[in-house]
Nanobody
Framework: VQLQASGGGLVQAGGSLRLSCAASGRTFSNYAMGWFRQAPGKEREFVAVISRGGDNTYYADSVKGRFTISRDHVENTVYLQMDSLRPEDTAVYYC????????????????WGQGALVTVSS
């Protein structure tokens, strides 16, 4: 699976951004899709994941209630809607695909896209 992330940018605290990740190369519906992020000087961390069919989601506590993951099986795209952004959300965001299911562990993911930089100013 090839993954192409887009939609990053600079936003003020309290604002919103939507990240997109377009998938190609293999059957999109065979993969659970996740978002991860890596802030400067920190390890990559889990943000959210959505099941193959889109009926189950799971979020990191730090983004629960503010971020929403969704997927479109016609467009073969997964989205991350980010609202009420905070400076601590500043990071490079990565989309990833795994054939196993709802997992937060980085090692569970077989395919990764390039990152999209999100910067939240205070």
């Amino acid at each position: 699976v090839q993954l192409q992330a887009s939609g990053g940018g600079l936003v003020q605290a309290g604002g919103s951004l939507r990240l997109s990740c377009a998938a190609s190369g293999r059957t999109f519906s065979n993969y659970a899709m996740g978002w991860f992020r890596q802030a400067p000087g920190k390890e990559r961390e889990f943000v959210a994941v959505i099941s193959r069919g889109g009926d189950n989601t799971y979020y990191a506590d730090s983004v629960k209630g503010r971020f929403t993951i969704s997927r479109d099986h016609v467009e073969n795209t997964v989205y991350l809607q980010m609202d009420s952004l905070r400076p601590e959300d500043t990071a490079v965001y990565y989309c990833a695909a795994n054939s196993r299911g709802i997992y937060a562990a980085i090692v569970a993911y077989e395919y990764w896209g390039q990152g999209a930089l999100v910067t939240v100013s205070s």
